[in-house]
């Protein structure tokens, strides 16, 4: 466990109070919640941050100067007890020493152990359920354990704030966590709008762009598929994949068939970037996710902020995205042939029609998923 102390700018006047926010990344800490702690930072609270930063290189994280930052052991994918424990042992340190006023943890392990954290030493914990991902999609007999073990975690909490409607219903449906607890995110985690300004999309060329981990349930089969079909009638389209390759995901695509894929000319593999402003600035791009399961999706936020056009699952977490043939195409989860006929369809589209596409994703981005409308929320909690 390792501590590095950030810059205390504080007069006593403006102090109010230590926060600890705590995630199975640093990464996806920073990128995903990092406007919110920027904001609650100006607003006086001293932040904490704790979690890995010693997985992938592709998604290693910088660490600003005015955060206090906890580096975290933490196997994420693993469902050794022991190296759970050892986790939660240190979770139990660190608030006992920082002894925060308040508590904020993301994804699955983060929100167990820092429920029971907080159960242990009296402290307030807010948990965030971002989407139901694997634990939920499958029902063998580890899976249900693991539901069973966090729906009892999270009686614990005081808040659970949750991404959409569909997940709202679940946790109500089965009694997964006390009603009164749920706070319910409507437009997400929000999109910071001047950092995703809009961008011109106009062009004759058109490329599909897949924005997501390499995962069989991000649809990654499904979108090569069509991929394969579209290229057959329209040889100039071009398919590219932007993501991060996770192997230790049990749905994780092999190595080997992602390459096959590129080798074959079906698809560019763009890797992983952490600059998406380069990759929006790009004309002519549709972004499309044929996604299982999603939260609130963040790569087709950010799309819809900067005005791409939008092919994505009609499932919650990103049909939010979309009015249907207004500025993009839903379609069944799982069915490469509709992912295909709806790229077509798009690539018939009269230039005009293309370029309302994008128009109506930048203001469906101004409406419902500005960062500013989460800020109150998390102010709201603060003060209850």
């Not at 919110?36 to 930063?53: F, H, R, S």
């Not at 899976?143 to 219903?169: P, T």
Request: proline share 4%; net charge positive.
């Amino acid at each position: 466990m390792r501590y590095k102390s950030g810059q205390n700018l504080y007069s006593m006047g403006n102090y109010k109070g230590r926060l600890l926010f705590c995630d199975n990344t640093l990464w996806g800490l920073l990128n995903f919640r990092g406007d919110v702690l920027g904001y609650l930072k100006g607003q006086g609270y001293d932040i904490y941050i704790c979690a890995p930063n010693d997985g992938d290189d592709q998604m290693k994280a910088q660490i600003p100067d005015c955060y206090h930052y906890i580096q975290v052991k933490m196997a994420r994918n693993s469902t050794n007890p022991l190296g759970d424990m050892a986790y939660f042992v240190q979770l139990i340190r660190i608030f006992k020493r920082i002894r925060p006023d308040y508590v904020f943890t993301y994804t699955i392990k983060p929100n167990i152990y820092g429920a029971f954290t907080g159960k242990l030493l009296r402290v307030k914990v807010c948990a965030m359920m971002a989407g139901m991902g694997y634990i939920f999609i499958n029902d063998g007999m580890m899976a249900r354990f693991v539901r069973k073990y966090y729906s009892l975690a999270l009686r614990n909490v005081q808040h659970l704030m949750v991404l959409n409607e569909g997940n709202v219903q679940y946790l109500r449906e089965h009694h997964f966590v006390d009603p009164s607890k749920i706070v319910w995110l409507k437009g997400g985690e929000g999109v910071n709008l001047k950092k995703f300004p809009y961008f011109d999309n106009s062009s004759q060329k058109t490329t599909f762009l897949f924005i997501g981990r390499i995962l069989k349930d991000k649809g990654y089969r499904e979108f090569v598929q069509a991929a394969t079909l579209i290229k057959n009638k329209y040889p100039d389209v071009s398919f590219e994949v932007l993501g991060a390759f996770d192997a230790a995901y049990p749905n994780s695509i092999p190595l080997d068939e992602l390459k096959k894929n590129v080798s074959d000319g079906i698809i560019k593999y763009d890797g992983f970037t952490s600059n998406m402003f380069n990759v929006f600035k790009k004309k002519g791009v549709v972004v499309v996710l044929p996604s299982y399961s999603e939260g609130m999706s963040r790569s087709l936020m950010e799309a819809c902020a900067v005005g791409k056009p939008i092919i994505t699952s009609d499932i919650y977490g990103c049909k939010e995205f979309v009015d249907h043939g207004v500025n993009g195409f839903l379609v069944p989860p799982q069915n490469s042939s509709a992912l295909a006929q709806a790229m077509e369809r798009y690539i018939q589209l009269p230039c005009e029609a293309k370029c309302s596409f994008s128009k109506t994703s930048r203001e469906k981005a101004e409406q419902v998923f500005d960062v500013r409308h989460v800020y109150g929320t998390y102010d709201e909690i603060l003060k209850g």
